[in-house]
């Protein structure tokens, strides 16, 4: 039996608590003054890793990888804690979303991401889909105040993503490639 589908009753619970941990967070568009709210992310993340699974069927745990996803800032961001996902959705979630958060007493941006890098190929190999499908979606239109220097730091920082975790999958590897590529007409 295929171990990708996941449960939507699943995904409820995790989009939930996602939601109240999110609430009223948002983040700056391409546009001036506009402001994205940040369910928005979360919800493109899911949908990555969504798209993944269902090109390779038999190779993942669905439910590990949608939960991580949804969640996979709630930790890092909100006053939600690794307690609290173990007790809601199990260490395997925790874990995963423990991972995915950045360690912000290194003392560089480039130090956190290879930190969190080498955490997440600890885990299992969901848990690498959700670090590729964050990073293809944060490699849209960069926010109108970002300054050429973090654009260039960032598109760097994607290839960092790129190179530790391309054999997670072939499709979502190259998608987020393409993505590295086209960022450089925002330069």
């Known amino acids: 039996m295929p171990l990708s ?9 995790a989009w939930d608590f996602a939601t109240l941990a999110h609430e009223g967070q948002t983040y700056g568009s391409h546009q001036p003054g506009e402001r994205i709210t940040y369910l928005n992310h979360l919800g493109s993340v899911a949908m990555e890793v969504m798209w993944a699974l269902t090109l390779t069927p038999d190779e993942f745990d669905g439910n590990l990888a949608v939960q991580c996803a949804i969640l996979h800032d709630v930790i890092e961001d909100t006053d939600s804690t690794y307690a609290d996902l173990a007790a809601q959705f199990g260490e ?10 950045k360690d912000e ?14 955490r997440i190929q600890q885990q299992p190999r969901e848990v690498w ?15 109108y105040y970002w300054k050429l220097e973090k ?6 920082e994607a290839q960092m993503i790129y190179q530790a975790l391309h ?3 072939r499709a979502l590897a190259q998608r987020l490639q393409h993505k590295i590529q086209a960022y450089e007409q925002y330069f």
Do not use: C
């Open 167 to 169: 054999p997670a999958h």
């Open 129 to 143: 889909l959700v670090k590729l499908g964050d990073r293809i979606t944060n490699l849209a239109e960069p926010p």
């Open 105 to 118: 007493t290194l003392p560089t941006k480039t130090a956190q991401m290879q930190d969190s890098l080498q």
């Open 5 to 13: 589908p996941w449960s939507p009753d699943i995904f409820a619970v």
């Open 151 to 156: 654009k260039h730091a960032y598109r760097a």
């Open 92 to 101: 395997a979630v925790a874990n995963g979303v423990q991972a995915l958060t």
